[in-house]
């Protein structure tokens, strides 16, 4: 997913977004565990994928609110 794909998100669907990109990041782990998963990559790209998921959520929190 493109940062500005997230950039347009909401906190609520960031958040599900978070919550299954964690789900895909262990799924993928078990896998490397079992010798079933071949591409590492995957691995590295779920994590820089959650990154940027709680980077742009705390970005979010901290944005002054407009009157």
Known sequence: ??????????????????????ERLRDLRFKLAQDAQKD?????S????IARILTLIKQQELKPVKK
């Open 46 to 49: 779920a994590k820089k994928l």
């Open 1 to 22: 997913m493109d940062l500005k794909e997230l950039k347009i998100k909401n906190s609520s669907e960031l958040k599900n977004l978070l919550a299954e990109s964690r």
């Open 40 to 44: 590492v990559r995957e691995i590295r």
